[in-house]
């Protein structure tokens, strides 16, 4: 090998980072969403109803938030997300994402308790979107607040199997899309005006994009601001699609004219020419359910910076994207693991988290290969 293939090789090895994932806690019983509210606490939501806070030692024995009464959970339904107010340390606001006891999709609004800033006041629950689910399965449930201030909600298609009511192309429902509302300008929302379909006849106006199966995660990349969307495929294609900073809205992805880039019904001439293709796809020779996410903007990693991180619930895999000015994007693997992946976080820092759904286990993931010492430039 010749110097400057020594040299090359180098490089390469001190850019490729070597994935460790740390365990941090445990008895997790289906964690579904990890979150943080503008601290150095974790709160982890599980299915059946519980929101847990990890206080950077330990996990908490109590609740912060206990709301099993209300949820019907198993299988694709339960607690789905947490989300805190932008300006959570002075409204002590949040959002939570559930499947209720008739099986539909309820978002709520709670506020902290303030005596204990670890424990939820249940008594200030206020509905602000029941959404009617005509199946047991793909209900989305990802809650997030944009860089505009707007809480974000994705929304599948309603389930069953191939979208039979074709719900995701249907502007007149919220089924199979991602819904953009503000919770600050009236009560229990108002739409925004910069919506993209607001005052259009027949079709609803929380509406931010469509055309989606089941975007069980998507998370705002929080340097740029872009909207990266990690959306379930049907029996072959698992895609992530992406919305820059830029956009106004109205985005139709696809949903379920295609599968992917790949036709799905009809099984021919699928595109009439305005669907926004995935960005990245993979079959289910590698994986079989897609848990989106987040582009890597902590300090302790920096051979991660900038990566969109994502994994597989089926096979375990972990992989990087980065996508570059042209829309260029490349993909890494990064680590196989025998877990059922069922989301992943970030803390205040940027740092990010994975949770194993059927261990119950919460680990942060790290880059364990020591960076080289930088070479000092040599005295004249």
């Keep these: 090998m010749n110097l400057l293939s020594l040299i090359l090789a180098a490089v390469i090895s001190q850019a490729e980072p070597t994935i460790t994932l740390v365990p941090v806690a445990n ?11 503008g601290d150095t606490r974790l709160f982890i939501t599980l299915q ?7 206080d950077g030692t330990n996990v908490l024995p109590e609740p912060f938030l206990d709301i099993r009464s209300l949820v019907t959970s198993g299988n694709e339904r339960g607690l789905l997300s947490i989300a805190f107010h932008p300006h959570y340390a002075e ?6 994402n559930y499947t209720d006891r008739s099986g539909d999709t309820v978002v709520a609004r709670y506020s902290v308790s303030p005596q204990n800033p670890n424990r939820a006041n249940l008594s200030s629950a206020v509905p602000i979107l029941t959404i009617d689910q005509p199946f047991e399965n793909h209900n989305g449930g990802q809650l997030q607040f944009g860089p505009d201030g ?29 819904l953009r ?4 300008s009236a009560s229990p929302y108002a739409i925004p005006t910069s919506n993209p ?9 929380e509406i931010w994009s469509y055309g989606l199966r089941n975007p069980w995660r998507f998370s705002f990349d929080r340097a740029s601001g872009d909207l990266w969307i990690a959306d379930v495929g049907q029996g072959t294609w698992e895609e992530i699609d992406f919305q820059p900073i830029t ?18 019904n009809p099984s021919t001439n699928c595109n009439p020419g305005n669907l926004v293709l995935p960005i990245l796809e993979y079959d289910h020779d590698v994986g079989c359910s897609v848990t989106g996410g987040y582009v890597y903007r902590g300090t302790n990693n920096p051979r991660l910076l900038g990566r969109y991180i994502y994994g597989d619930f089926c096979s375990g895999r972990i992989w990087s994207a980065t996508r570059d000015a042209n829309g260029v994007v490349t993909i890494h693997d990064l680590l196989n693991t025998p877990f059922n992946i069922s989301t992943f976080g970030e803390d205040v820092t940027g740092e990010i988290y994975v949770g194993d759904y059927s261990n119950g286990i919460l680990y942060r993931l790290v880059d364990s290969r020591p960076l080289l010492p930088r070479r000092r430039a040599a005295r004249k």
């Design 181 to 184: 509302i503000d919770v600050d």
């Design 197 to 205: 379909f607001v005052g259009q006849p027949g079709i609803r106006g």
């Design 27 to 37: 008895g997790l019983s289906n964690l579904v969403s990890i979150t943080h509210a």
């Design 91 to 96: 409204t002590g606001l949040f959002y939570v």
């Design 48 to 54: 059946d109803g519980r929101v847990m806070i990890h």
């Design 150 to 178: 707007y809480l974000y909600i994705g929304m599948g298609d309603g389930g069953s199997g191939g979208d039979p009511g074709n719900r995701a192309q249907n502007l007149g429902v919220l089924l199979g899309k991602m």
């Design 247 to 264: 956009s106004i809205g109205g985005e139709n992805y696809g949903w379920r004219r295609m599968e992917g880039t790949h036709c799905f």
